[in-house]
């Protein structure tokens, strides 16, 4: 659906130049939610616009729907941007018009007849879910609301893809997840396709399918939500995860505890997906009496693609029996890391 | 009692000198409107970094707005008298004060409404582009719309300086409450005409300003 080569953007002012996306590769499929992530000045903002030419690439291809978009002259640019609507951070609604007439703008750019564009801003006050404050100027809604507008604005023309630029970064965390669902809803309804950039892994962790970590405007790891978050490689993704899985405090704490235990084995659990549900612990006391099982911490995480989570269990008993009962856990799709902190 | 306070006023003039000063200046603000309006869109569009950037011309646009901003306006009028007859076949009355009215006071407007301009939030110029707006929607649909109450309290400014360029024409015989204040009044020594001009002019001021004002709070809803 959209694919991204060799994506370059230089920004040169007098002597100096900054290259804010480096080398970009990226394909994302119809229907998909894709989240980028990464520190301000990571390039992330660049990248996003440069896929609707807000900003223009120095080099590469960005293919949506078969079109090279880097290479469209002005009016067919045009008529290109009509299908790739933008959601901004801080909505960029015309205080000068009504809710309705804000989501109507976009109508009125393509040309559509009154009546049509009546009818559809009526759908989209509604798929948004804005019923009663039609009439309202931009200053007298909250800033959810404000965001609802931008989003209905954005879906007027019946894009093909929507990007969101730091789209929930301006609310607080009780709105962001009403947008966050809001979004899903329509990504599920309309199976569009979605990309989203953001500097929250709370936000990619709650609707993105797949995930792109981005620093020093490259691309640095890229894949399923649920694998990055599994097997971050970069230290910058082991930050962001870190960001919803652990704090610090939380793992200085466990490795006091772990400290502490002078027999046995600590082990560290990892359930993915729906496997998170089973009883695995009592599953394995029962099969392996012999065995003591104590729960130090655990910790669990809803992604879009199911739940994960980590347990921390204190295994006694004898040396033998431990590493039976460790591989019987292993053949269960639940992963077994093993702690050294305990010999 | 008016003719106590007033021995010298002749009603019938004070009308017909307020009619012109409402027909000088009226015409005049509409003329300096759109002067003025494209004058500060031509200054805002070619600035650095902006739909239509362009160097030379923002520096040409520029230049012959500060140099007529800094002509002082009764020169100003005495300069463009081979032009005011060329284009209006006369040198007196109301209509020949127009084109130095509206040359004298749209340079000042033009800034004006390049200051609103730059005003506008550039968040929402974007989210236009994003959705593939046409440089004239953006300045018709985005641009004007978004900046309307400054272009508003702004015009309300100008209309004011624009009174009193009138009447500063009517002494060198553009007619209006000008003219009547300098000879009726001034020449014949009789000031309690010269007053009552200024009362007149002084009223009118403020009903431009109360219009103003209104118009631009209404049509600001932020």
Redo the contacts between chains.
Sequence with gaps: MISIKNLQKIFKSGNTQVQAVDDVNLNIEKGEIYGVIGYSGAGKSTFIRLL?R?EDPTSGEIVIDGEDIASLKAGS??????E?G?V?Q?F??????TVRENIA??L???GTPKKERQERVDELIKLVGLGGREDA???QLSGGQKQRVGIA?ALA?RPKVLLCDEATSALDPETTDQILDLLVDINEQLDLTIILITHEMHVIRKISHRVAVMEEGKVVEEGDVLDVFLHPKEKVTKRFVEQIMGDQDQDEAVETILAQYQTGQVVRLHFVGEKTNQALISEVSREFPSVSFNILQGKITQTSKGAYGTLYVHMDGTEEDIKKAIDYISETSVQVEVNDHVS | MFHKLFPNANVEDLITATEETLYMTALSVIGTFILGLLLGLLLYLTSKQNIWANKPLNFIVATIVNVFRAIPFIILILLLFPFTEFLMGTIRGPNAALPALIIGAAPFYGRLVEIALKEV?K??I?????????TS?IIF??LL??S?PALVSGITVTSINLISYSAMAGVIGAGGLGDLAYLKGFQRWDFDVVFLATILIVIIVFIFQFVGDFISNK?D??
Excluded: C
């Excluded at chain 1, 640019?77 to 009509?82: G, S, V």
């Excluded at chain 2, 974007?126 to 046409?134: I, N, V, Y």
């Design positions: 609707n807000l640019l045009r008529k290109a941007r009509q790739i933008m901004f801080h960029n609604l015309l205080w000068s018009r703008f976009p009125e750019i393509a100027y931009p200053s604005r023309n | 939030d968040g929402v974007e989210a236009a582009k994003s959705m593939g707006a046409k929607t649909k985005v719309p978004e309307m049509l809803k932020r």
